[in-house]
């Protein structure tokens, strides 16, 4: 009835990670702070799935982050009359274009993914943002199977991957043909963590809080009882992003992986690597590597030594073994708030296989030296672990 944020701990299982905000409130004059993920179900008259995902994910930025300011259904509706070419009340859903300009109107910079456009990168790219903490409003229907089933709802979090799961991923497939000739031509296999079939936790306006689905099986909450919802898939998801961060995920894996492979860095020839891309804040990085006592001091000290913009992309680089013990040997930094990706722009600096490599952005030039990174336990800053 109405809004509620509920805590992940009232559930039997609530193993999982998720981004949270902490809400105040209070009951019987007594003041409480509830940390969770904001949850509505909508009245399927003055709003819809849509409105309702809308207001759930601006409900949790306006919490967390002071620069956004939550919004109630009828300033939603407002804003949608500017694109709107029919009346908004009752509500008939809103399309992929209108969701993102509504948020891109409350102060998000918004950027669309669909299906058609990504294929085989699409789930992967959903992923990493998950991975980098950042909530997504989905799109999901059945049309494609002749189905009438169209609905919106949210991506908060994932399950953590099992040792079987990350043994699981295959190699990873590169859709640029010169990119794919070059790994092939020095035999590296790449795995990519963000291609692990896992869990992830949906915000449903049709279901109780924390619903756990397979990216391929979305609807799976919906089955056996209402099996018009059966052969649903993500087609679009809208990534609500920081105003500044113009380095968008796609760009910036394509990025890392053309510079993986090239020299001065080039990962030696036959090596099997695994790696982890996330977005996160630079502060939030710096304050987690300054207090992590795994990570070699030299290499530490250069690192919280150089100037970085509020956001970046970090690469972690080790191997499956590695990565099921929640340890990288290898990093690389990106600027997330540049938008040319030509001459190195976006490297801040990059470490592994005995390499320390820096980019001066004036000059163009990469400066390189020998300084070995060590194993060092992963950053985990951007989900909240409820285990």
């Given at each position: 009835?109405?809004?509620?944020?509920?805590?992940?701990?009232?559930?039997?299982?609530h193993?999982?990670?998720?981004?949270?905000s902490?809400?105040?409130?209070t009951a019987?004059s007594l003041?409480?702070?509830?940390?969770?993920?904001?949850?509505?179900?909508?009245?399927?008259e003055?709003?819809?799935?849509?409105?309702?995902?809308?207001?759930?994910?601006?409900?949790?930025?306006?919490?967390?982050?002071?620069?956004?300011?939550?919004?109630?259904?009828?300033?939603?509706?407002?804003?949608?009359?500017?694109v709107?070419?029919?009346?908004?009340?009752?509500?008939?859903?809103?399309?992929?274009?209108?969701?993102?300009?509504?948020?891109r109107?409350?102060?998000?910079?918004?950027?669309?993914?669909s299906?058609?456009?990504?294929g085989?990168?699409?789930n992967?790219?959903?992923?990493?943002?998950?991975e980098?903490g950042i909530?997504?409003l989905?799109?999901?229907?059945n049309?494609?199977?002749?189905g009438?089933?169209?609905?919106?709802?949210?991506?908060?979090?994932k399950?953590?991957?099992?040792p079987?799961?990350?043994?699981?991923?295959?190699?990873?497939?590169?859709?640029?043909?010169a990119?794919k000739?070059?790994?092939q031509?020095?035999?590296?296999?790449?795995?990519?963590y963000?291609?692990?079939?896992?869990?992830?936790v949906?915000?449903?306006?049709?279901?109780?809080?924390?619903?756990?689905?397979f990216?391929?099986?979305?609807?799976?909450?919906?089955?056996?009882k209402f099996?018009?919802w059966?052969?649903?898939?993500?087609?679009y998801?809208?990534?609500p992003?920081?105003?500044?961060?113009?380095?968008?995920?796609?760009?910036?894996?394509?990025?890392?992986?053309?510079?993986?492979?090239?020299?001065?860095?080039?990962?030696?020839?036959n090596s099997?690597?695994?790696?982890?891309?996330?977005?996160?804040?630079?502060r939030?990085?710096?304050n987690?590597?300054?207090?992590?006592?795994t990570?070699?001091?030299?290499?530490?000290d250069?690192?919280l030594?150089?100037?970085?913009?509020?956001?970046?992309w970090?690469?972690?680089?080790?191997?499956?073994?590695?990565?099921?013990?929640?340890?990288?040997?290898?990093?690389?930094?990106?600027?997330?708030?540049?938008?040319?990706?030509?001459?190195?722009?976006?490297?801040?600096?990059?470490?592994?296989?005995?390499?320390?490599?820096?980019?001066?952005?004036?000059?163009?030039?990469?400066h390189?030296?020998?300084?070995?990174?060590?194993?060092?336990?992963?950053?985990?800053?951007?989900?909240?672990?409820?285990?």
């Open positions: 009835i109405g809004r509620s944020v509920i805590s992940p701990y009232v559930l039997k299982d193993e999982f990670e998720i981004v949270t902490t809400i105040k409130t019987n003041k409480f702070n509830i940390e969770g993920f904001p949850h509505s179900s909508q009245d399927a003055t709003i819809s799935c849509a409105e309702t995902s809308i207001w759930s994910l601006m409900e949790y930025f306006s919490n967390r982050y002071s620069e956004y300011r939550n919004v109630l259904p009828s300033t939603i509706i407002k804003t949608l009359n500017r709107s070419t029919e009346r908004q009340i009752p509500s008939h859903g809103l399309n992929v274009q209108q969701i993102s300009f509504a948020l109107e409350f102060g998000l910079g918004t950027k669309i993914y299906l058609d456009e990504y085989a990168d699409f992967n790219l959903l992923s990493c943002y998950i980098s909530p997504l989905i799109a999901m229907d049309r494609r199977d002749n009438n089933v169209a609905h919106a709802l949210l991506c908060i979090g399950i953590p991957p099992s079987d799961q990350i043994d699981a991923i295959n190699t990873k497939v590169f859709v640029n043909t990119l000739q070059k790994y031509a020095k035999n590296i296999r790449i795995f990519d963000n291609d692990i079939r896992e869990k992830y949906f915000i449903d306006d049709n279901h109780p809080a924390y619903q756990t689905n990216l391929d099986n979305p609807s799976a909450s919906y089955l056996p099996p018009h059966d052969k649903c898939r993500i087609t998801f809208v990534a992003l920081y105003t500044k961060v113009y380095l968008e995920a796609f760009e910036a894996q394509s990025f890392i992986y053309h510079f993986l492979v090239n020299e001065p860095f080039a990962l030696s020839n099997e690597v695994l790696t982890k891309i996330f977005l996160t804040s630079s939030s990085f710096k987690w590597l300054a207090t992590n006592e990570f070699n001091p030299i290499i530490k250069l690192i030594e150089t100037p970085m913009p509020k956001f970046i970090v690469t972690e680089l080790g191997s499956k073994e590695l990565m099921k013990t929640e340890q990288a040997e290898g990093i690389l930094i990106l600027d997330a708030t540049e938008a040319n990706t030509q001459y190195n722009k976006p490297l801040i600096l990059a470490a592994y296989e005995g390499k320390y490599i820096t980019f001066a952005p004036d000059s163009l030039i990469l390189k030296f020998d300084v070995p990174l060590e194993n060092y336990s992963i950053y985990h800053n951007n989900l909240k672990s409820f285990k």
